[in-house]
């Protein structure tokens, strides 16, 4: 009887903290605004602080530049509608936003085995 009390309580434990770790948003944005314009950085929160090589190209996902708050795919997605220019970055976020029509994959760079997309809403002369 005791085993069967300390296994369901690991169970509970367990489930508990995968519970709160699913509801913890995976992606991270930051909303920039100069000189009236506004740009969004976002991107998948484990690549946050890295930085991915090929050849000559390096891809820098600075913490000062990207972190602003945790964020969901939804609120990634309101915040891309009002914008002018996005800095898109990390295969689960371009993954997404290219199954919900927001980015076209033959626009994607990939650096070092992460995709990285800009999107821009109007060009500035």
């Given at each position: 009887?005791?085993?069967?009390?300390?296994?369901?309580?690991?169970?509970?434990?367990?489930?508990t903290?995968?519970?709160?770790?699913?509801?913890?948003?995976?992606?991270?944005?930051?909303?920039?605004?100069?000189?009236?314009?506004?740009?969004?950085?976002?991107?998948?929160?484990?690549?946050?602080?890295?930085?991915?090589?090929?050849?000559e190209?390096?891809?820098?996902?600075?913490?000062?530049?990207?972190?602003?708050?945790?964020?969901?795919?939804?609120?990634?997605?309101?915040?891309?509608?009002?914008?002018?220019?996005?800095?898109?970055?990390?295969?689960?976020?371009?993954?997404?936003?290219?199954?919900?029509?927001?980015?076209?994959?033959?626009?994607?760079?990939?650096?070092?085995?992460?995709?990285?997309?800009?999107?821009?809403?109007?060009?500035?002369?």
């Amino acid at each position: 009887m005791v085993h069967t009390l300390l296994s369901l309580r690991s169970y509970v434990y367990d489930r508990t903290n995968l519970r709160a770790f699913a509801m913890e948003p995976p992606f991270v944005m930051k909303i920039h605004r100069y000189q009236g314009k506004t740009l969004v950085a976002a991107c998948d929160k484990d690549i946050l602080g890295k930085s991915f090589r090929e050849g000559e190209l390096v891809l820098e996902i600075p913490t000062e530049f990207y972190y602003g708050k945790p964020a969901t795919l939804e609120e990634v997605i309101e915040a891309i509608m009002t914008c002018d220019m996005a800095l898109i970055t990390g295969r689960n976020l371009v993954k997404a936003l290219i199954e919900r029509g927001y980015l076209d994959e033959h626009m994607v760079l990939w650096i070092g085995g992460q995709p990285h997309a800009q999107i821009v809403r109007e060009v500035i002369t």
